[in-house]
């Protein structure tokens, strides 16, 4: 896909982040885009900024959806088809996600469960309602948005990372296995499997809030710094890393990895799988691969 200029592209998450990001570059480029947020009011400023940087004739929408209710999704399927009177979509990024319920130990099971139905169930929701829609088109690109964690279940001694490295295995290994589908059954379309490092986005702010999670007020003035710092310390900003994606994209890539750390763990973990939870000889090979 050289070009999205005319496209009709659907982006879940897309209030905040490398979500937000997206609709603004694909506007940008002419393509028209629903965007749909847990949170409408988040959508709706995405829709004022994409439309602002949008030539003439680009139309961006908002959407209320949450991803994990299959309802929802196919409600909001509906709504894209009235809104754009549209009998086919050109692209779908499956984007929304949440962090947290890092304990399968000591999580509670309805935290774990939230933010695996988010994280994998909104995809393979998404994929259910959008994917024939993808079909119709002349050539479609599903883009399923997984992580590091998606090949490395951790985020190092002591922080275990269960329910999101689940989801986010469970992502990659559904889009690794449309690959062969798509070719054998709708050859006009392709998955991409997007693997991001630290970006600097809310997710941090996000996962809290979603998960409806209760903080005395220390806590929360320092949850506050956290997501900041997450935001703003990061080696890669959202608007970064949503161009990444849509350059792969474009390039035909069906593994999209985003940021220097995602590739280093990548080839680390790829190269010595037996000593993937190895944290002293992961440190010393990302340590000897940042010095070079």
Partial sequence: MDSFDGKLAVVTGGGSGMGRELVRQLAADGCSVAACDLY???ADETVALALDGAPPGVRVTGHACDVADEAQVLRFRDEVLAAYDASHVDLVFSNAGVGGAGSFVTDSREQWERVFAIDFWGVYYCARAFLPLLIKSQEGVLVNTSSVNGFWASLGPGIPQTAYSTAKFAVRGFSEALIEDLRTNAPHVRVAVVMPGHVGTSIVGNSIRTLGMELPPELREALVTMDTDFR???PVSAAEGAAIILDGVRSGAWRILIGNDAARLDAFVRGNPAAA????????????????
């Fill in 232 to 234: 703003e310390k990061a």
């Fill in 40 to 42: 409408p009011e988040t």
């Fill in 277 to 292: 939870y190895d944290y002293a000889e992961l440190g010393k090979s990302m340590g000897a691969t940042r010095s070079e």
